[in-house]
């Protein structure tokens, strides 16, 4: 247990912080399961909608801690090769 008035308080802090960040990486899950089921459904434009959404959740994670920037950028980049795989087999489909 803490005992001095500052390791009380950066336990209150911690406290907060490991929410947030538990908040916004389930955040960040739900918005790449939709996405995937969008690709997966073949709805490009609903698939464009919440690849935006993700990569905003993404960068915002990178900011503020929760992901380390390199990695949000790796997996952004692994969502758009799947949206440009999804786009060209659709146009080959067409």
Known sequence: MPRSISAKKRVR?????????????????????????????????????????CERLLHRAAGNGPLHRKTAGRVIGRLRRRLSAAEHTAGAAT
């Open 13 to 53: 802090q911690n406290e907060r912080q490991r929410a947030r960040n538990r908040h916004l990486r389930s955040r960040i899950r739900s918005a790449r399961r939709t996405f995937l089921e969008a690709v997966a459904a073949a709805d490009l434009d609903r698939a464009r909608t919440h690849l935006r959404e």
